[in-house]
């Protein structure tokens, strides 16, 4: 198992880029299955969680692999309509391919993800949604049973904005007969990004990126090639790393128009962001200041970037405050942040973080994919070198980001222990 030693006190100076988005190319990929031949995906993130959904296709039969940052993917020869459980369990994502099957071959057969470290993660709206559309839905030994001659369109409110219901549903219906109506959809870029590629498979999708979402479904869909959107968390995280290292670096490739509330958060730490197109160069020289958080659906402060910005605030001037309304258990990194010196106290999802002078180095553990983020980020401010055990989470959705530190001035090695 890798871990990181992350040694602080550097200061992040230059210019990197930001890859393409895991949240957006995991739902694409799942897309191809609503076509029946090859498509092609560039600027595809090598990560963890991309080659869990790459063999997940594989299993069911689909020829599927990546080189280079392009990925392909053959559905002609699909075998099997199931996701098993080995893989589910690994990545809840995995359960995207539901509805994609469930409207093409009128079966599917998915492991329910199980819960989360950040919170229970239920897919009853996923359920809901694609019983509202005519499938009928069994459970049965942990698995999903969902079946359909074909799917018919109809009117779905989504109690909740989620946003990998509100693409399982969208994929399902853009082959479903007649129109799709979901009320409440998640607002999310890379839900807008999922509507552009099924748009442009033949799909006729409307109102992606707004709370209301119509599409009015086809008889068929034809395989594409396309480009997945840069990742605005991976960017986000970059920034993040400019500020608390007093750094002066630029960001290639951020997506702009879908990070408003955190460029100006970020701001709001006392650092100038100076946009220009897609580029965003970050610099700071003075004490950050405290700021105030409350994560929301987008176009909300996003809980992806909550553990990272209270890495920030444990070295801010005063004292600032996180409220979580997301996910239930989102604060494991508080736990290993106090074990650096950092002086956090939650209550409920609420953190109250008076900011330190400095952090001490201490052995802490990765739990989560953007926990792992927010100790890379702490541990770079640390005095001392800092061990981060379990980076696996880290490689889930960040492509050897110590790579793109390193070359920004950063002192962290991956060590295989
Ligand atoms: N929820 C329900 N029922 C459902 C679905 C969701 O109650 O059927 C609840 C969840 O329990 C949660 C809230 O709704 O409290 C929002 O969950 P959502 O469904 O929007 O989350 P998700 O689609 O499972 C995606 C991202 C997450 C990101 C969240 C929120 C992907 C693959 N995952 O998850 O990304 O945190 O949206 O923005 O897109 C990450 O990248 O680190 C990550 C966890």
Redo the contacts with the bound molecule.
Sequence with gaps: MDKFIVYGGARLVGETHVSGA??AV??LLSACLLTRGKSTIHNVPDLR?VRTMLRLLQEMGAEAHMEDHTVWVDTSNLEKQEAAYDLVRTM??SV?VLGPLTARYGKARVSLPGGCA???????????GLERLGASIELEGGYVIAQASRLKGTTIRL?????????NLMMAASLAEGRTIIENA?R?P?IQDLAKFINQMGGKIKGAGTGLVVIDGVDELQPIEYSVMHDR?EAGTLLAAGVITRGDILVKNCPVDGMGVVLDKLRSTGATLTVEGNDVRVQMDGPIEPVDIRTQ??PGF???MQAQMMALMTVANGRSTISET???NRFMHVSELRRMGADIICEGSMAVIRGREVLQSAPVMAT???ASACLVLAGMVAEGATEIRRIYHLD??YERIEDKLHALGARIQRVNS
């Design positions: 895991k949240n995991l739902p969680d809840r994502a995207l950040i919170g229970a993660r239920p897919i009853n709206l996923h359920l809901m109690e909740m904005p989620t946003v990998t219901g509100t693409g998640a999310e890379e968390i659906p987008h996003p809980t992806d997301i996910f239930e989560d994919l953007r889930r959705g």
